[in-house]
């Protein structure tokens, strides 16, 4: 069984991950585990959600790491920090959106990344912030083993995170383009996904 670890700390917003974690959630190889700073958090849309590990207990092995973003990134928390530079050192899938991703430049762990998120000017003053150049302005960017993310693309984001982990185009377009395409028009371009 595959392991995904959602972070989600409080006052996160609750649909940048609800796309990626209900397909890996459906699937019966993948595991969806949350984790953050206390048993219970709130979202941003005000749901109280219990969390299945702290932090510092989040597992060393991890199939994909997932970063939701949110209003509480502006934190220091070395356990996290080992946690995300463990998984980029060692190859685990990381996927980051939104405030996320401020927290990864803050802290320096953009460094050799293409990546993007909601605005670089946001950065200036983070002195970890060493590779301005590999910045896209892009809804999603994917260099390796990351994903990152601005907070206004949750499809987009589940698409390369998908990507990432290895999922076929079949899946992909099944869980993605329904959703941005809405359920007539992916009908009409490629049948009803729900008839056998």
């Not at 749901?47 to 939701?68: E, G, M, R």
């Not at 685990?92 to 401020?102: K, L, Q, R």
Request: a negative charge.
């Amino acid at each position: 069984m595959k392991s995904a670890e959602f972070v989600i700390l409080d006052q996160y917003a609750e649909w940048e991950g609800a796309y990626l974690s209900s397909q890996l959630n459906q699937r019966e190889d993948w595991q969806v585990r949350t984790a953050s700073h206390t048993k219970v958090v709130h979202s941003l849309g005000g749901f109280k959600t219990q969390v299945d590990d702290l932090i510092a207990a989040i597992p060393n092995h991890l199939d994909l790491l997932v970063l939701i973003g949110g209003n509480s990134w502006n934190i220091k928390d070395s356990n996290l920090h080992k946690i995300i530079a463990n998984c980029l050192n060692d190859g685990t899938p990381v996927g980051s959106i939104c405030g996320a991703v401020d927290y990864l430049a803050k802290e320096g762990l953009l460094t050799g990344y293409k990546h993007t998120g909601n605005a670089q000017y946001l950065w200036q003053k983070f002195p970890n912030y060493k590779n301005e150049d590999d910045f896209q302005e892009k809804q999603v960017v994917s260099d390796r083993n990351l994903v990152t993310a601005n907070g206004t693309a949750a499809l987009d984001f589940t698409e390369k995170v998908l990507q990432m982990i290895g999922f076929s185009e079949s899946e992909i377009r099944m869980a993605v383009e329904l959703h941005k395409l809405g359920f007539y028009a992916y009908a009409a371009k490629y049948g009803n996904p729900y008839q056998g």
